[in-house]
């Protein structure tokens, strides 16, 4: 088992920035690939971007590609989003996800492990 605890979401502009913090519990953190999905408002929840186990290699959604940056800290079982250069198309409930496997699932009903949600809006 896997406890997921998301934090960090609120309120910006369009162009700001905010940080998201995904504390884990549970199984031990190194042998889990982490990630984080995103669902809008009358849409699907979708992948977002995701870290191997060492944080050695990193894959993100083309649409957030080059604008968020993934990373994970081991030694603290957390995992983080940084999102620069917000759009109000980014605007959603952020998830992460944990996964025991070697990869990430891009499709949200493979994952093994969810936190509860936390709120990003992003207005115009």
């Known amino acids: 088992q896997v406890q997921l605890v998301e934090s960090g979401g609120g309120l910006v502009q369009a162009g700001g920035s905010l940080r998201l913090s995904c504390a884990a519990s549970?199984?031990?953190?190194?042998?889990?690939?982490m990630g984080w999905f995103r669902q809008a408002p009358g849409k699907e929840r979708e992948f977002v971007a995701a870290?191997?186990?060492?944080?050695?290699?990193?894959y993100y959604a083309d649409s957030v590609k080059g604008r968020f940056t993934i990373s994970r800290d081991n030694a603290k079982n957390t995992v983080n989003l940084q999102m620069n250069s917000l759009k109000p198309e980014d605007t959603a409930v952020y998830y992460c996800?944990?996964?025991?496997?070697?990869?990430?699932?891009?499709?949200?009903?493979?994952?093994?492990?969810w936190g509860q949600g936390t709120q990003v809006t992003v207005s115009s």
């Open positions: 996800a944990a996964e025991p496997g070697l990869f990430m699932p891009t499709a949200p009903n493979s994952v093994d492990y």
């Open positions: 549970g199984r031990t953190f190194s042998f889990v690939v």
């Open positions: 870290i191997s186990r060492s944080g050695g290699t990193t």
